[in-house]
């Protein structure tokens, strides 16, 4: 059974930064897509980043291109979030989440729907202010 554990949520600045990390188990590496989500109050929940393990591919959402960079580090079974230029719009709680179905996703866009993971972590909340 994967379990995902959120830390590194905090309260930032506009222009600020932050680094979220999930420590995925039992292995990171066995599990064909990790992402990370985000729910702000009111909101949807939106797919904001995500990592197909094998073969590597990262996804990422329009509206975090160029700012955010999702990664991962096998040894650690950690996936990482860096967040640069934080906006308030970015605020929200910011959830992991792995797809352990086999076989690859093949609609552009679907790395970034949860409907396509089974498993989540509790969250971690970020508040940037303007």
């Known amino acids: 059974q994967v379990q995902l554990v959120e830390s590194g949520g905090g309260a930032v600045q506009a222009g600020g930064s932050l680094r979220l990390a999930c420590i995925v188990s039992?292995?990171?590496?066995?599990?064909?897509?990790v992402a990370w989500f985000r729910r702000a109050p009111g909101q949807e929940r939106e797919g904001v980043a995500a990592?197909?393990?094998?073969?590597?591919?990262?996804y990422y959402a329009d509206s975090v291109k160029g700012r955010f960079t999702v990664s991962l580090d096998s040894a650690k079974n950690t996936m990482y979030l860096e967040m640069d230029s934080l906006k308030p719009e970015d605020a929200a709680m910011y959830y992991c989440a792995a797809r352990t179905f086999p076989g690859s996703l093949r609609a552009v866009a679907a790395p970034l729907l949860a409907g396509n993971y089974n498993a989540w972590g509790q969250g971690t909340e970020v508040t940037v202010s303007s």
């Open positions: 039992p292995h990171v590496g066995s599990i064909p897509y």
């Open positions: 990592i197909a393990t094998t073969p590597f591919a990262t």
